[in-house]
């Protein structure tokens, strides 16, 4: 996270302020920081897309902590498809990360972002997958307004993670540790996404 880090056109980028500095008098610095929940590697609570939904302080933390695999879909195109991830889905563990890009845009917006296809997230759902996390800012299309994997989502009780920068990741199984604040009304959080060898 940083001053240019990008968000969805309208939502509140990144800023800091320093409250206190160093100095006589003052043997401490202090910041304070203004940001959308979703800057960055984030979790969406189900607050952000269902109006009932849990915030993301209420989550069980389980989905976030455990074995998962990176699978590489590169420039899929506009949605990540089953047939760019079946190639590894065999012997799925309950969390899929999905690498789309060569290398992240971490310094600008890309409107152009790669989305799951509802479909593909019914189908991990299937096969026992309870979170999935992909390196673009949403799994849904940035022009959406029907969020449809995000709806697949809330109906069958899957975590997400956007904004995952997955560059220079190999395909494999991980362990993945990416826990969510515990901010007690909020509709997501910043995560630090760790992977582990196994």
């Given at each position: 996270?940083?001053?240019?880090?990008?968000?969805?056109?309208?939502?509140?980028?990144?800023?800091?302020?320093?409250?206190?500095?160093?100095?006589?008098?003052?043997?401490?610095?202090?910041?304070?920081?203004?940001?959308?929940?979703?800057?960055?590697?984030?979790?969406?609570?189900?607050?952000?897309?269902?109006?009932?939904?849990?915030?993301?302080?209420?989550?069980?933390?389980?989905?976030?902590?455990?074995?998962?695999?990176?699978?590489?879909?590169?420039?899929?195109?506009?949605?990540?498809?089953?047939?760019?991830?079946?190639?590894?889905?065999?012997?799925?563990?309950?969390?899929?990360?999905?690498?789309?890009?060569?290398?992240?845009?971490?310094?600008?917006?890309?409107?152009?972002?790669?989305?799951?296809?509802?479909?593909t997230v019914e189908r991990l759902a299937d096969l026992g997958v309870r979170l999935v996390g992909i390196d673009t800012a949403s799994i849904d299309p940035a022009q959406s307004?029907?969020?449809?994997?995000?709806?697949?989502?809330?109906?069958?009780?899957?975590?997400?993670?956007?904004?995952?920068?997955?560059?220079?990741?190999?395909?494999?199984?991980?362990?993945?540790?990416?826990?969510?604040?515990?901010?007690?009304?909020?509709?997501?959080?910043?995560?630090?996404?760790?992977?582990?060898?196994?």
């Amino acid at each position: 996270m940083h001053a240019g880090a990008p968000v969805f056109p309208g939502d509140t980028p990144y800023s800091q302020r320093w409250a206190a500095t160093i100095a006589p008098g003052c043997p401490v610095n202090v910041s304070s920081l203004t940001l959308s929940p979703h800057v960055g590697a984030h979790a969406d609570a189900p607050l952000h897309y269902d109006p009932q939904g849990e915030p993301v302080g209420a989550l069980d933390l389980a989905p976030f902590l455990g074995r998962c695999r990176v699978i590489h879909a590169l420039q899929p195109g506009p949605l990540v498809e089953w047939r760019h991830l079946e190639h590894a889905a065999r012997g799925l563990p309950p969390r899929v990360l999905v690498r789309t890009y060569e290398r992240a845009p971490v310094d600008r917006w890309d409107p152009a972002l790669a989305a799951f296809a509802p479909q593909t997230v019914e189908r991990l759902a299937d096969l026992g997958v309870r979170l999935v996390g992909i390196d673009t800012a949403s799994i849904d299309p940035a022009q959406s307004k029907e969020l449809p994997s995000h709806q697949v989502i809330r109906r069958r009780g899957l975590r997400v993670l956007e904004n995952l920068v997955l560059d220079g990741v190999p395909e494999g199984d991980y362990e993945l540790v990416a826990l969510p604040l515990k901010l007690m009304t909020a509709d997501a959080s910043p995560v630090r996404a760790v992977l582990r060898s196994l």
